[in-house]
């Protein structure tokens, strides 16, 4: 394996394994919100104790999150130095901007929600608990913004320096709100507010079989079921959204997510295939014209196709296919299950329904496969461009890396990583096995309100 390709596996190894920590912060910060808003509005112990369990799960969350994130910007200097050098301006923008207006609004207020219990009063932590929530969310837009320039870059010119090219700002604003930004914000955020609600929706099935803390996990589960269903049906709306931006800025890659090589004929949207990329065939079950439809509001309408850009400009197509397909079929499931576990709720039958509570337990992998899936067929279908149509990949590489350092701090990574998962699956573990506080000791210990 060259050195690209080392470099590229290696990034997508760590901002992989970084990815499945911030998604679940946002979201379940979002639900503490909903939980001590609860307990403020209502006074019953039962809100206090969730939320004193979660936000120590979500201490957790945030800790390894921001272990795993460090790792991350080293290897832009380290793997990726031309590509520094070209996006250092708009970078360092946005990653300055998520610095100020994000990390520090998040971490300086968590030490008053982790240990402020008994030393502010309860509308304090309340407003701490927003604090970090709006936080974690800030964090998550500088992020996109800087993600999104470089699926559509605006805003910028571009200078020759001694050192090569570089794309230098004009119009901040321009840069923020580029074409992709908005689209891509609220998919992504809704697909957080999922993966928090199926961590506790998970643990609250596993509490409701063990046939324990069944108060706490029954009122746990509607909050998050509501969460649930909001992400759900978020999701569809903005992936749609997503779909018609992508089609007009990035058409290679819309080709690619339902392997369309026709130049410009209209394009069905498959259920499920295989892409042989060799014949440019995909064998599969289709919809005729439902991608044109989806796109154009016509099923009629032309939709430009692989063969309308040269060879090398072309994503992997199979890859970014499979990847694609995988998150919606995921996509769908999770709403399917939000509304079955809905009306079982509703019923107050859930409880009798242990092979739908089985499910709901293990569910919980799901949000974090389609959040990758997701995150593979957008950034795969990006290529061959780092940067959209101004800078490829294998022209970002750092000149002096070789592929046998690439290779060692790869293997390393991995085994500190692994090290990092057993060590958070345990404590993770540990927590929701010791459960939730008993209610006396909340009320010795917490808040008087």
Wanted: charged residues 10%.
């Amino acid at each position: 394996m060259d050195v690209e390709h080392l470099s590229r596996l290696q990034f997508a190894f760590t901002i992989g394994f970084h990815y499945l920590f911030p998604p679940l912060s946002i979201g379940l910060g979002l639900i503490i919100v909903a939980m001590e808003g609860m307990y403020l509005k209502t006074h019953e112990i039962i809100y206090h104790q969730m939320t004193r369990f979660w936000v120590r799960v979500f201490g957790l969350i945030f800790a390894i999150g921001v272990a795993t994130g460090i790792v991350m910007e080293f290897q832009f200097g380290t793997n990726w130095s031309n590509y520094s050098r070209f996006v250092g301006d708009v970078f360092g923008s946005a990653l300055a901007a998520e610095g100020v207006f994000a990390f520090f609004l998040e971490s300086g207020f968590l030490a008053i929600l982790l240990f402020g219990w008994d030393k502010v009063s309860p509308k304090m932590h309340f407003f701490a608990a927003v604090m970090v929530a709006l936080g974690s969310h800030f964090s998550a837009i500088w992020i996109i913004v800087a993600n999104s320039w470089m699926q559509t870059p605006t805003g910028y010119h571009l200078v020759q320096t001694a050192s090569g090219m570089r794309a230098e700002i004009t119009d901040f604003w321009a840069l923020v709100f580029n074409p992709s930004t908005v689209d891509r914000l609220t998919h992504t955020l809704a697909a957080a507010w999922q993966t928090g609600a199926w961590l506790v929706l998970s643990v609250s099935a596993y509490y409701l079989l063990k046939n324990k803390h069944t108060e706490f996990a029954t009122k746990s589960m509607k909050i998050g079921l509501l969460v649930s269903l909001i992400g759900s049906l978020g999701q569809l709306v903005t992936g749609h959204s997503s779909a018609q931006t992508i089609a007009q800025y990035q058409p290679a890659k819309l080709a690619a997510f339902e392997g369309h090589y026709p130049a410009n004929e209209p394009a069905p949207m498959y259920l499920f295939g295989w892409v042989d990329e060799t014949s440019q065939q995909v064998i599969g079950v289709k919809v005729p014209g439902m991608l044109s439809f989806l796109v154009h509001g016509d099923s009629k309408a032309p939709v430009t196709g692989l063969n309308a850009f040269p060879a090398a400009d072309r994503p992997p197509v199979n890859v970014v296919f499979q990847t694609y397909h995988a998150m919606v079929a995921i996509g769908m499931f999770l709403i399917g299950l939000s509304l079955l576990t809905a009306y079982g709720v509703w019923k107050c039958q859930i409880t009798q329904w242990r092979l739908v509570l089985w499910v709901l337990v293990f569910t919980v992998l799901l949000p974090q496969a389609a959040n990758l899936l997701g995150w593979m067929s957008a950034e795969i279908g990006r290529q061959p461009w780092i940067v959209y149509g101004l800078l490829r990949t294998k022209d970002g590489l750092s000149p002096n890396v070789v592929a046998s350092q690439v290779w060692s701090s790869l293997i390393i990574f991995g085994l500190i990583y692994a090290l990092l998962l057993a060590v958070f699956l345990y404590l993770l573990n540990d927590k929701i096995q010791h459960g939730p506080e008993i209610a006396e000791q909340v009320e010795s210990e917490g808040h008087r309100a």
